[in-house]
């Protein structure tokens, strides 16, 4: 079947469903194997201390304001409806995150890309057509299309139209996930997905709830559901020194990989501090105080792991 084909047949079923995708992030190396597409979706459940992607957490579109790139030129302020911007009597830009509607008079008038808006309402089709433009490199490397976040599955009826598609027309499909989603969502979605790359935050109810917002019942609930039916699984491992960093972590990761037959491997994903500045532009907190491990305490962790089994450990 061609490819507009199966776009043609999708469409005249049923109206294709709308998401709130964030970035498309092609040639991606880093989120699954071979050469990919990352797909990043807005919302998510959780609110780790540490977050990468901040303008992921709201389902909803988002302003940003980057200081740095802004003249003073004072055309956003003369453009809002809503009173966003206004200068004080040095001249510094402010801006009232709460009062913003996302209509994005401002962004347009704005010549130094100091504003944008984070979200942007897409069809399951204008997605797939930007994907599939990669396949030949998908093919060529053994990738295809991740679907990430915030986290993807909080926009479920969208993933799993997507994912429909990508499989219907040979795309590998991978999906990022924190694992806290609804355990139905996991099994539907499971036929069309290839590969879940599944997030362990951290080891206990207490400290996992402390920096998620959420306990891990329904985690390891959904991660041994994946066990149950086979799905192939990545095990996901965020280090951030001070926060989750211990041997007990480092055991339970282990003991993980061993006992469950789907786990496939073990990746650990090292702190970095690019949330922090993307955190200011949207007017929010940014909550850890870590600092980024170098490449021997990285090579360490990996070493803990394995020193708790024979698992492969690599570096995502």
Known sequence: MLIKDSISQTSSAQPLTAGVVFDIQKFSVNDGPGVRTAVFMKGCQMKCVWCHNPESLSSQKQLAFNAEKCVGCRRCEQVCPNGVHSFDAEGNHKV???ACQTCGQCVDTCMQDALKIY?????????????IKDKVYFDKSGGGITLSGGEALKQFEFCLALAKMC???????????NGASKAEHYRT?????DLFLFDYKATGDELHKALTGMTRRLVDTNLRALNEINASVILRCPMIPGYNVSDAHFAAIAMLAQTMDNIQKVEVLPY?????GKASEIGTDYMVDAEMPDDEVIESWLNRVRHYGEIEVTLS
């Open 189 to 193: 979605i499971a036929p069309y997905v």
């Open 272 to 276: 970095h501090n690019f949330g922090r």
């Open 167 to 177: 499989k219907a027309n040979g795309v590998h499909v991978c999906i990022e996930t």
């Open 119 to 131: 979200g942007k309402e897409m069809t399951v089709e204008q997605v797939f057509v930007e994907v």
């Open 96 to 98: 009232d995150f709460d």
